[in-house]
C-alpha cells in the first residue's frame, strides 16, 4: 500500500490568490479528512468526505474554503482569495471504515 | 462538544529512561477511542497506541503503554526506555463511537507536547 499522498507540498502564493491542494488516501479507504496545523500546535478538524458525501463541515470552513471529492476517491481543497491567516499545513488522512486513521505529509501554504 | 488537554507542553528525557506524558478530555459521551500519535520533525502523523474506553485494561505496545482513568478523564502515555528515534511531538486524540460500536469521525486533538530525548 502506498500511504496517503499531498500535493503540493509546499506552496507560496500572495494574498488574495486562489490555492489548491489535492490529496490522493490509500487505495480502498473510504473515509477521508482534511485538517489544518499552525505551527506548534495540533491539527484541527476541517471536513469529512464518506465516500463522495462531505459528512461534516468545521465552522472554520468558511465560504472561501470549498473541498470536494468527486468520485469517491482522490480529494481538492480550495481555498480562494486567501489570506495571510491561511499559513497553515493543511494535512490530509484517510481511513477505512471506522479504522485506524493515516496521515499525508501534509501541504504546507505560505500567504505573503 | 469533545475537548483534549495536553498541559504540558514541553517534556525531555534521558535515553534509556522512562518519561510520562499527560492528557485530559471532556466528553459526554460513555463510549469513545482514545489515542496517541507522534509527529517526527519530518511531519507525518504516526499512530502510536489506541485505547477502547469500554476496555479496563490499559493498552500496551512494545515500549508504549497507556493509563487510562476513565472517571477521571485522563489518558497518560508511558514511554519506557527511551530512545533517540522517539523525540517528536506526541498528540492525544479522541474519537466518538459510532454504530456498531465502531470509531467514528473526526478526531479531536489537543495541543500537544514536544519531547526531546537526551543521550
Known amino acids: 500500500d502506498t500511504g ?75 481555498i480562494q482569495r486567501t489570506e495571510q491567516g491561511d499559513s497553515a499545513m493543511y494535512l490530509c488522512a484517510s481511513s477505512f471504515a471506522g479504522n485506524t486513521i493515516y496521515f499525508g505529509e501534509g501541504s504546507w501554504l505560505t500567504v505573503v | 462538544a469533545q475537548t483534549v488537554t495536553q498541559s504540558q507542553p514541553e517534556m525531555s528525557v534521558q535515553e534509556a529512561e522512562t518519561v510520562t506524558l499527560s492528557c485530559t478530555y471532556d466528553t459526554s459521551e460513555s463510549d469513545y477511542y482514545l489515542f496517541w500519535y507522534k509527529q517526527p520533525p519530518s511531519r507525518q502523523m504516526i499512530l502510536v497506541i489506541r485505547q477502547e474506553a469500554y476496555k479496563q485494561q490499559n493498552a500496551t505496545e512494545n515500549r508504549f503503554s497507556v493509563n487510562f482513568q476513565k472517571a477521571a478523564k485522563s489518558f497518560s502515555l508511558k514511554i519506557s526506555d527511551s530512545q533517540l528515534g522517539d523525540a517528536a511531538m506526541y498528540f492525544c486524540a479522541y474519537r466518538s463511537v459510532g454504530a456498531g460500536g465502531t470509531s467514528y469521525g473526526k478526531l479531536t486533538f489537543g495541543q500537544g507536547t514536544i519531547l526531546t530525548v537526551h543521550p
Open chain 1, 4 to 78: 496517503v499522498s499531498q500535493d503540493p507540498r509546499h506552496k507560496i502564493t500572495k494574498r488574495g490568490q486562489n490555492v489548491t491542494f489535492r490529496c490522493d488516501p490509500i487505495s480502498e479507504h473510504n473515509r477521508l479528512y482534511w485538517y489544518r496545523q499552525t505551527l506548534g500546535q495540533g491539527p484541527e478538524f476541517l471536513t469529512y468526505f464518506q465516500n463522495e458525501a462531505q459528512l461534516e463541515k468545521s465552522r472554520l470552513l468558511s465560504d472561501r474554503f470549498s473541498a470536494e471529492r468527486p468520485k469517491g476517491s482522490f480529494s481538492t481543497l480550495e
